[in-house]
């Protein structure tokens, strides 16, 4: 093939174009040129046209979740240098004036000094965002409302900020740790952090200084706060520590946000119960945890569960916790005592589970290791099942403490998980110096297996009573011989197993019992009533009700807190008259046997003995009331029957 021959003219164009050609191309791959683009903003939103494409990739990288927010906060924190101005003139970032963000269910944790402000913040896009670990079936709040990802996360985001109604939001705060007094054992504790809220970003830093009505202020009382509310926007927290010469040292707190549920919480209501003491140790139990007495089959399924709550004990002679008593974290680091806490030692609470009062399930404390004559506080908490940052409830849950205080005389010991007498549990007559009862199991079994061997012959006896028969051959119609079986248990368990106070003790309502028997440490009883000529001569003060006491355990004298009359009552109701119970008189003995409900003198200690009856908040009243209706339905139902109604 010939090629064709250029002219002199084309042969120089060919060239020209060739070297132009290579010249590009040379151009473009060793250099690195900038083109102008023109790019659609939205006049409405704040932007910065100088860098438009790094602040887009920046947004996307937010919206897409591949940075975090306070990582794009500290790129928008750019300073600008100038040759001859000083660092001074530019302006100084303050770094009380720092907004520090704060992400759903992850605390912010800080110290703080007194006299100080911290300011945080809580975007729109947290508040918007994926729920957390546990929440069931959040996304629902926002049906028909998505979240894209991509390109478009940030145009998806806005639409629906603009569309959707307020979410409601949940603020807790809890002080971890609180400055330190200079005198030790303050009467008061240190003044509480305050946090103001605002739900404007017109006022990002709220204070007390600030001129805005709407900001809201909140005391952390007791080392927690908590502030639920609803917004469209974002919420802005300032912290503020008061001042008080009195103490020293900063505050530690940990602020949390949650769309979810609080994530710290203080229950108002009693949700532990004191059952008793002795001299060493504490006894408690959680209210009921079922609302009906389950089957053998859910017993074993319910007891197989375990333990779902924790306890603080702390004494009241160390005011370490006083300011943080509401606050979990403050309990965590500061209670002397822990019981069923992950992560701390809790080898001084025995925790399990028990069927006592009424069959319903309670969680059970046996808190050791105490000082004894020593007033305690005491308050259950729960944990969540994943606690931690991250998760719903993750920060715990405080409730209301109950005060308790231990026994002196050392002669009452706590017995507990008794197998025939499964409703008694409390202080009763010991002898620290007596070895075969050194501790409370061989105790209890003592007493236990005192009590079944009484009720055998009381079962031969019912068995002779025509029990399973028609109606008009029954002993009564508003009764079984079941409930006379279990109105004897109830009556047997109180009157052969005392519930033991001090000797010691002023309260009125307390019987005086062996007071003919030296004291453990060998003294004997002299110099005042209870030990004079006449006293020594009576049954009902010189011995024990179960003369076995005496004799075997040798507990020297002590109190007894008397078995309410309505158990013998109830026994004489509940059973067939050919068994012939009775019951003892007004100024006959009665007095001297069994004790009255009334009105209990403190919210601490019964004024007469029923196994399974857990003394509080109106205890003493709904015993009371039971009784009554039980005795209005007996006479009624005997009068029905008498009369053939």
């Not at 409405?44 to 046209?49: F, P, V």
């Not at 003892?584 to 019964?606: K, V």
Request: hydrophobic share 30%.
């Amino acid at each position: 093939m010939q090629f064709p021959k250029f002219t002199p003219l084309q042969s120089r164009f060919a060239a020209s174009f060739t070297a132009s050609l290579v010249l590009i191309i040379l151009y473009l791959t060793f250099s690195n040129p900038y083109f102008a683009y023109a790019i659609d903003t939205d006049s409405i939103e704040e932007r910065d046209h100088n860098h438009p494409l790094i602040l887009d990739k920046k947004q996307y990288l937010l919206d897409s979740g591949l940075v975090r927010w306070d990582e794009v906060e500290k790129a928008r924190g750019y300073e600008p240098t100038f040759a001859g101005l000083g660092r001074s003139i530019i302006g100084r970032a303050s770094g009380d004036s720092r907004i520090d963000p704060l992400e759903n269910n992850m605390p912010g944790k800080k110290d703080i000094s007194p006299g100080d402000q911290q300011f945080w913040s809580f975007s729109s896009e947290e508040l918007y965002g994926h729920s957390s670990s546990g929440t069931p079936d959040q996304d629902k709040r926002y049906e028909g409302a998505s979240l894209e990802s991509g390109d478009n996360g940030h145009i998806a985001m806005e639409l629906r900020k603009r569309q959707s109604t307020d979410v409601k939001f949940y603020l807790t705060l809890n002080v971890c740790e609180q400055p330190s007094a200079i005198v030790p054992n303050p009467v008061n504790p240190p003044p509480p952090l305050t946090i103001y809220v605002s739900k404007s970003s017109k006022n990002q830093r709220p204070n007390p200084s600030t001129q805005d009505a709407n900001q809201v202020e909140i005391r952390a009382e007791h080392g927690y706060a908590y502030h639920p509310n609803s917004t469209s926007d974002g919420v802005y927290i300032g912290v503020v520590a008061p001042v008080d010469s009195n103490f020293q040292g900063p505050y530690n707190y940990e602020l949390t946000i949650s769309i979810n549920a609080a994530y710290a919480s203080y229950e108002e209501n009693n949700t532990l119960f004191y059952v008793d003491s002795d001299s060493n140790a504490g006894l408690f139990v959680s209210n009921n945890l079922t609302n009906s007495t389950p089957t053998d089959f859910e017993r074993e399924g319910l007891l197989a569960a375990g333990p779902r709550f924790g306890v603080f004990v702390h004494n009241q002679n160390d005011t370490s916790i006083l300011g943080i008593s509401r606050s979990y974290c403050g309990l965590r680091n500061h209670a002397q005592v822990k019981g069923n806490i992950k992560g701390l030692d809790t080898t001084d609470v025995e925790v399990g589970m028990t069927f006592a009062g009424g069959g319903f399930l309670k969680q059970q404390y046996y808190v050791k290791n105490l000082n004894r004559s020593s007033k305690y506080y005491a308050m259950q908490v729960t944990e969540n099942l994943k606690p931690g940052p991250g998760n719903i409830n993750g920060g715990g849950n405080v409730s209301k403490y109950i005060s308790f205080n231990t026994k002196s005389d050392g002669n009452c010991q706590l017995i507990y998980n008794l197998t025939f007498c499964n409703d008694t549990m409390y202080a009763v007559p010991s002898n620290p110096s007596n070895e075969n009862f050194s501790n409370s199991s061989s105790l209890a079994k003592f007493y236990d297996d005192n009590a079944l061997k009484l009720s055998l012959n009381f079962n031969y006896s019912l068995e002779q009573v025509p029990c399973n028969t028609t109606s008009s051959a029954q002993y009564s119609l508003a009764v079984t011989c079941d409930d006379c079986a279990q109105a004897y248990k109830r009556w047997l368990c109180a009157v052969t197993i005392p519930r033991c106070a001090d000797f010691s003790s002023p309260k009125q309502h307390l019987q005086p019992r062996n007071i003919a028997q030296n004291f453990t440490n060998g003294t004997l009883l002299v110099g005042d009533l209870q030990g004079s000529a006449k006293n020594r001569l009576r049954t009902h003060t010189n011995s024990s009700r179960n003369r076995l006491i005496d004799e075997v355990i040798k507990p020297g004298p002590y109190m007894e807190v008397l078995p309410c009359k309505e158990l013998c009552y109830g026994l004489v109701q509940n059973c067939p008259a050919s068994l012939q119970f009775a019951c003892p008189l007004e100024r006959f003995g009665l007095e001297y046997n069994y004790g009255s409900i009334g009105s209990i003198e403190d919210r601490d200690y019964p004024q007469c003995n029923t196994p399974g009856v857990f003394w509080g908040i109106n205890h003493s009243s709904r015993l009371k009331m039971s009784v009554i209706k039980f005795s209005v339905g007996i006479t009624i139902a005997l009068g029905i029957s008498y009369f053939g109604i």
